[in-house]
């Protein structure tokens, strides 16, 4: 599959370089009792035994700016199907680090091997509903990259531009009911992909890490 690209128009932006953007990253040390999650729009408590999990937010360093690669998930999966995510996983037992563990995921899930990607920070974990305590580390993408996706797991691999997704006014909070209850969550639309849940949550930490300064 050949790399693809995606452009914003009409979005406001935040400019950043990816020089900016590793110099904020790599100062950022996230507070291990600072969790991120599910819970923040929706009043309740995470739960204490959560199944360790990482993802790799990938930063496309192309020439003319930054942009974030995310995967479609595959319609057959049990968890998640047909959402859009980022390339990751459960952490294994070998798996030396959440690092590890995310550029692992990332070379089976879309082919792109560490040796394309320099991890430059992480985010605060992050408590998903169902169960996950979830790591994401963020990590600079060379051009160019070769992409094999995994048919079994990923649909398309797609990539979003960084200023689209820093400008607040694309940032929409939403509700769903769910089994009764009333779930509120992130959601940033772009173009044909709605992302949102856990993906956007994710991204609302990485927009204000990149943005309060």
């Given at each position: 599959?050949?790399?693809?690209?995606?452009?914003?128009?009409?979005?406001?932006?935040?400019?950043?370089?990816?020089?900016?953007?590793?110099?904020?990253?790599?100062?950022?040390?996230?507070?291990?009792?600072?969790?991120?999650?599910?819970?923040?729009?929706?009043?309740?408590?995470?739960?204490?035994?959560?199944?360790?999990?990482?993802?790799?937010?990938?930063?496309?360093?192309?020439?003319?700016?930054?942009?974030?690669?995310?995967?479609?998930?595959?319609?057959?999966?049990?968890?998640?199907?047909?959402?859009?995510?980022?390339?990751?996983?459960?952490?294994?037992?070998?798996?030396?680090?959440?690092?590890?563990?995310?550029?692992?995921?990332?070379?089976?899930?879309?082919?792109?091997?560490?040796?394309?990607?320099?991890?430059?920070?992480?985010?605060?974990d992050y408590v998903t509903r169902t169960g996950f305590r979830v790591t994401p580390i963020v990590g600079l993408v060379d051009v160019p990259?070769?992409?094999?996706?995994?048919?079994?797991?990923?649909?398309?691999?797609?990539e979003v531009p960084l200023d689209f997704l820093l400008d607040e006014n694309n940032h929409k909070k939403c509700a769903r009911r769910f089994?009764?209850?009333?779930?509120?969550?992130?959601?940033?639309?772009?173009?044909?992909?709605?992302?949102?849940?856990?993906?956007?949550?994710?991204?609302?930490?990485?927009?204000?890490?990149?943005?309060?300064?």
């Amino acid at each position: 599959m050949e790399q693809q690209r995606i452009f914003s128009t009409g979005s406001a932006g935040r400019g950043l370089s990816a020089d900016q953007v590793v110099d904020i990253l790599s100062a950022y040390v996230p507070s291990s009792n600072d969790i991120r999650g599910d819970h923040d729009l929706n009043g309740f408590r995470p739960k204490p035994d959560n199944r360790a999990a990482a993802v790799l937010v990938p930063l496309v360093n192309h020439s003319d700016g930054l942009n974030v690669l995310f995967t479609k998930r595959t319609d057959h999966l049990s968890n998640h199907p047909g959402q859009i995510s980022f390339p990751g996983g459960h952490c294994e037992e070998d798996d030396e680090t959440a690092a590890h563990a995310a550029l692992r995921e990332t070379h089976e899930e879309v082919g792109i091997t560490s040796d394309y990607i320099r991890v430059v920070g992480r985010l605060n974990d992050y408590v998903t509903r169902t169960g996950f305590r979830v790591t994401p580390i963020v990590g600079l993408v060379d051009v160019p990259f070769p992409v094999q996706p995994d048919p079994h797991e990923v649909a398309e691999v797609f990539e979003v531009p960084l200023d689209f997704l820093l400008d607040e006014n694309n940032h929409k909070k939403c509700a769903r009911r769910f089994q009764g209850v009333t779930r509120h969550f992130w959601a940033m639309p772009y173009e044909d992909y709605y992302i949102w849940g856990a993906t956007a949550g994710m991204l609302r930490n990485l927009y204000s890490v990149l943005t309060t300064r």
